[in-house]
């Protein structure tokens, strides 16, 4: 990694893990140190290099082939760039173009990988059926990861909160506009919208922009700027009412597993894995609970959120209870123990280098 402090080495530490800062070199920055020989313990060689998606896809390439000999790679795959790169401004090109370069790089580092892994079944799908053509497709696992379970049923907080979790760079991809104009529709009482993950300097300006999405006066929108202190974003959902997911587009979902598995209940779009992977594992009748439709268009998807808002928060005792309830059902059957079991079986079946 490029940096790490005493608290991340230490948590490490704790589950058996080494973490190793990257060589530094003059004028390379962060991402380009990632692509030098890294600093291994005397006497250890990997047998797996593993890479990220375009975030460390690359440097696990050339670090597999240049400096870590006979060791396979995996490519972890975590976005579907041709789906969200629509909703996302473009600056001297097109979406499209945009779009369709970066599935070739996704495809390029898929091909030439020994497992590709996909986390959810929509990312699963979407890559499986791109690299269908190849003559010699890469071995694939799809990744479900683990949905934990509250210890016990949470009571809601006096004060009604939406929260709204995760980076906001691309507003219209995860739907913020679509939650400020729901609750601007709400009549009565209406919630706070707390939305956590504004860029650094840019909170209130993020608000004036949700402010008028809303086209309510009277609408009650917080912004916080993003974190990554776990503890803080834990007591974030703990302290809401309701977690909200209306994206465009959304390969899978971790903020809503993050809720399910304090006792938040949650609302998500059906454009995500999440929402695919709940009504693979609960009946109808549960699974739509949590999921409401994502057309594409704001004031009909306001109109279809505002409205599932407003039921789930005029009984809020009630939302908790069916979100413990689905918590529940949806933690036996989708676990990291099964997850961290697959993975580990995909990688002692990958033949070793001069034996394929």
């Not at 709400?186 to 809303?214: I, N, S």
């Amino acid at each position: 990694m490029p940096d790490s402090d005493d608290e991340e080495r230490a948590h490490a530490t704790e589950h058996g893990l080494l973490l190793i800062d990257a060589r530094r070199e003059t004028g390379m920055d962060d991402r380009a140190r990632l692509y030098l020989r890294a600093e291994l313990p005397d006497g250890f060689m990997p047998d797996i290099v593993i890479g990220h998606d375009h975030i460390t896809g690359t440097a696990a390439k050339v670090q597999a082939e240049q400096h870590c000999n006979g060791a396979r790679r995996v490519h972890i795959i975590h976005t579907a760039p041709g789906d969200i790169e629509r909703f996302k401004p473009q600056r001297g090109t097109t979406a499209a173009a945009k779009g369709e370069h970066k599935e070739l790089g996704q495809e390029e580092l898929s091909e030439s990988a020994d497992l590709v892994v996909a986390v959810g079944p929509r990312l699963y799908d979407e890559i499986a059926t791109r690299l269908h053509g190849l003559s010699r497709p890469p071995q694939m696992l799809r990744l479900d990861p683990g949905i934990g379970c509250p210890d016990q049923e949470r009571t809601p907080a006096p004060i009604p909160i939406c929260l709204l979790l995760g980076r906001t760079e691309d507003p219209e991809l995860k739907g913020l506009d679509i939650a400020a104009r729901a609750i601007g529709m709400l009549q009565g009482r209406r919630p706070r919208l707390l939305v956590r993950g504004a860029e650094q300097g840019k909170g209130d300006a993020l608000r004036d922009w949700l402010m008028q999405q809303a086209a309510n006066p009277s609408a009650d929108i917080m912004t916080r700027e993003y974190v990554a202190d776990a503890e803080r974003l834990e007591r974030d959902l703990r302290t809401t009412s309701l977690a909200l997911m209306p994206s465009r587009s959304e390969g899978f979902g971790l903020v809503g597993i993050e809720a399910l598995a304090v006792g938040t209940p949650i609302l998500v779009s059906d454009r995500s894995g999440l929402a695919q992977l709940i009504r693979q594992h609960c009946e109808p009748d549960i699974a739509n609970r949590c999921i409401v439709p994502v057309t594409g268009d704001c004031e009909t998807d306001a109109a279809a959120w505002e409205r599932r808002i407003d039921f789930i928060l005029s009984d809020r005792q009630a939302a908790f209870r069916n979100t413990a309830d689905l918590a529940s059902r949806l933690s036996t059957r989708v676990t990291w123990a099964a997850a961290g079991d697959a993975l580990l079986d995909a990688l002692r079946l990958l033949p070793r280098p001069g034996t394929a």
